[in-house]
Nanobody, 121 residues
Framework: QVQLVESGGGLVQAGGSLRLSCVVS????????GGWYRQAPGKQRELVAT???????NYADSVKGRFSISRDNAKNTLYLQMNSLKPEDTAVYYC???????????????WGQGTQVTVSS
């Protein structure tokens, strides 16, 4: 089985920074594309950032210039660097990663368990 474990969330004051990590474990050959999503109380889950197989990145307008998505294929880890945090960034953040499995040599996407980010005024 493929599992994603997220870490790095917590409490931070407005203007502060956090870095979220998403570690992929299991019988995988490589990471393909991936992304970060967030869900605030009373709202639907929304896309925050994506990174493609070729390394191209895209961001929601609300985080453009403040957040940066990256990955370390050697560590099977996806990251989200979050700078200049605002109270409206408060949400549960979820990673989603597409991987090539060794077991059947097919690709599929998996969700992390979520990590809470709370930004105070």
């Amino acid at each position: 089985q493929v599992q994603l474990v997220e870490s790095g969330g917590g409490l931070v004051q407005a203007g502060g920074s956090l870095r979220l990590s998403c570690v992929v474990s299991g019988s995988i050959f490589m990471l393909n594309g991936g992304g970060w999503y967030r869900q605030a109380p009373g709202k639907q889950r929304e896309l925050v950032a994506t990174i493609s197989l070729g390394g191209n990145t895209n961001y929601a307008d609300s985080v453009k210039g403040r957040f940066s998505i990256s990955r370390d294929n050697a560590k099977n880890t996806l990251y989200l660097q979050m700078n200049s945090l605002k109270p409206e960034d408060t949400a549960v953040y979820y990673c989603n990663v597409n991987v090539l499995r060794k077991t059947d040599w097919r690709s599929d996407s998996y969700w992390g368990q979520g990590t809470q980010v709370t930004v105070s005024s």
